[in-house]
C-alpha cells in the first residue's frame, strides 16, 4: 500500500505541472466551455492508456532503444505541437455572443478536440520513457506482472483525468475575464508560443 500511495504521489506531481497536456486542456476550456473540453481531455487520457498498454508489452522498450524509431517519434511529436501552437496563435477573437458557453461549444467538433488530444499523447516519446523508467519501480516480480501494470495505468489515467478536470474548471471560473477586451487574443498568442517553445524544448532534449 505505501509503494501504491508513492506512486500517486509522484504521478499526481508530474501530471499536476504545467506542459502540453495541460496548456491544452486550459485553452480548449476557454475557448469552448468545460463540456467540451472533456472531449480533449477524453482523448490525452485514453493516449496516455495507449502508451501505457505499449510500454508494457515491450514495444516501447524496442522503441526507445532504436534510435531511429525514437527521434523520429520526437520529431513527429515536435512538430504537432507546433501545428497546435500555430492554430493557437492565429486563432481570432470571438464577438461578445462567444462568451456564452452554449454557443461556444458549437463552433468546433468534439470529434476534432478528441483526436487532438489523443495525437498529443501518442506522439510524445517522453511518456514512454517516463512509463518504463516509473513503473518497473512499483511491480512486484512475485506476483501477476500484467495485472499490476493494468492497475498502475488505470490509476495514473484516472489521477490525469481529475487533475485535467481541475484544471478545465479552474479556467472556465475566470473564462468571461480572460475573454475580456483583446485578452483572449493575446492568450491564444501566449499559448501558441508555449506551444512551439515545448516543440522544441522536445527536439533539443
Known amino acids: ?63 526507445t532503444s532504436n534510435p531511429t524509431i525514437f527521434t523520429a517519434l520526437k520529431f513527429i511529436g515536435a512538430f504537432y505541437l507546433m501545428y497546435l501552437g500555430y492554430k493557437n496563435f492565429i486563432k481570432k477573437s470571438p464577438t461578445q455572443d462567444l462568451l456564452e458557453t452554449e454557443h461556444n461549444e458549437k463552433t468546433i467538433k468534439k470529434s476534432k478536440l478528441f483526436y487532438q488530444g489523443l495525437f498529443a499523447s501518442l506522439l510524445n516519446p517522453k511518456t514512454i520513457v517516463f512509463f518504463i523508467a516509473l513503473f518497473p519501480q512499483f511491480i512486484d516480480i512475485k506476483k501477476e506482472i500484467l495485472n499490476q501494470f493494468l492497475v498502475l495505468s488505470l490509476t495514473f489515467c484516472l489521477i490525469g483525468f481529475l487533475i485535467h478536470l481541475v484544471y478545465a474548471n479552474f479556467s472556465s471560473i475566470f473564462k468571461e475575464k480572460m475573454l475580456a477586451g483583446n485578452n483572449f487574443s493575446k492568450l491564444n498568442k501566449v499559448s501558441g508560443c508555449i506551444f512551439f517553445l515545448l516543440a522544441v524544448l522536445l527536439i533539443t532534449q
Do not use: E, K, Q, W
Not at 4 to 33: K, Q
Not at 34 to 58: D, E, K, P, W
Open 1 to 63: 500500500m505505501s509503494g501504491l500511495l508513492v506512486f500517486i504521489t509522484i504521478a499526481f506531481l508530474t501530471l499536476s505541472s504545467p506542459g502540453p497536456g495541460v496548456l491544452f486542456t486550459v485553452t480548449n476550456s476557454i475557448n469552448y466551455g468545460v463540456r467540451t473540453a472533456l472531449f480533449g481531455i477524453s482523448g490525452l487520457i485514453i493516449g496516455m492508456f495507449i502508451i501505457a498498454v505499449i510500454s508494457a508489452s515491450g514495444v516501447g522498450l524496442i522503441i
